[in-house]
């Protein structure tokens, strides 16, 4: 099957309900934001080897790849409006596989409400790799960011932490639990919280890489210190420090928010059925420390993933 067949068949069907795709007919969307909106754009690619095994259902890795796109669209509170797909395939794919890639993408589009709008494929000599841009809209001048902690506000994070890092490291050894490696092949993005959030947050991100060193980055951008206490860190068992604090793949949301937002963020969490927790305030200064539940300093040898 030819490129532009393998679009026909497989693609056109996903972008057909967005008129802005013009059928994957032409070169370019053409794509208007909702009135007194603005555009949130965000790029994400996964490679097999990298972010999925590869032996993983096809479904799953579509689900994944465009899940991690709607993660960083939730972080600016931003609701999904359409998706790019570019797609980089060994040569000796199997139809098999591409139906169940697209059924995942079908099945994650119908969820979240975001539909394709274009893309490209192409041949790889290498492994799969699979690139996604994802739009959404927030009103104009609501879009939470990571520059907006202050001293003061506390720091909450969605859910529980460390259960993707312990579900890859099952993989990887060929152990089951259906919890755990679920929580890393199919990520929660948080979209309705993000919306939640846009009059509430002070600042806000995903937990792709680790809450270290993620929430480093909100302390780098917003020119603020934090402290965190490893024994308000919500996770699914007490084995689970570690992977919490800088084992990645989580993406959950952390955000800041004075302590006056306390009550209507407990309201927020009690409407989504979300648990969201406390687990540490800004400070001034620049340093960010984790202490025990002693008060005691705990040195943190690997603050997240790199890519590098």
């Known amino acids: 099957m030819d490129e532009f067949s393998l679009i026909a068949k497989y693609f056109k069907p996903l972008a057909a309900s967005f008129a802005g795709s013009l059928n994957l007919s032409d070169d370019a969307a053409i794509i208007s934001p909702p009135e007194n909106c603005e555009l949130v754009i965000t790029k994400d690619a996964i490679s097999q080897g990298i972010h999925f095994i590869g032996s993983e259902d096809p479904a799953l890795i579509a689900a994944k790849a465009l899940r991690v796109n709607l993660s960083d669209l939730a972080a600016m509170g931003a609701t999904p409006l359409c998706y790019f797909l570019a797609l980089m395939l060994p040569k000796n794919t199997s139809k098999e596989w591409l139906e169940k890639f697209v059924g995942g993408l079908k099945e994650t589009q119908e969820k979240f409400s975001i539909k394709l709008a274009g893309g490209d494929t192409t041949s790889t000599e290498g492994r799969i790799s699979i690139s996604i841009t994802a739009i959404g809209s927030v009103p104009t001048g609501k879009a939470l960011r990571r520059s907006g902690a202050k001293i003061g506000d506390d720091i909450y994070v969605s859910g529980t932490l460390g259960d993707a890092a312990l579900g890859l490291e099952l993989l990887q050894k060929e152990e089951e639990n259906d919890f755990f490696i679920n929580r890393y092949l199919l990520p929660?993005?948080?979209?309705?919280?993000?919306?939640?959030?846009?009059?509430?947050?002070?600042?806000?991100?995903?937990?792709?890489?680790?809450?270290?060193?993620?929430?480093?980055?909100?302390?780098?951008?917003?020119?603020?210190g934090a402290v965190i206490y490893s024994d308000k860190i919500p996770t699914t068992n007490n084995q689970q420090l570690i992977t919490a604090l800088s084992g990645g793949d989580d993406y959950e949301l952390i955000f800041t928010a004075p302590p006056d937002k306390k009550q209507a963020i407990e309201q927020i969490s009690t409407s989504l059925n979300l648990p969201l927790t406390i687990i540490g305030n800004i400070t001034n200064g620049k340093s960010l420390t984790v202490l025990d539940k002693n008060n005691n300093i705990i040195q943190i040898d690997k603050k997240g993933f790199s890519h590098f």
């Open 188 to 224: 929660q993005p948080r979209i309705d919280l993000g919306m939640a959030l846009r009059e509430i947050a002070s600042s806000a991100m995903d937990i792709s890489d680790g809450l270290v060193q993620d929430l480093g980055h909100i302390c780098t951008a917003s020119n603020v």
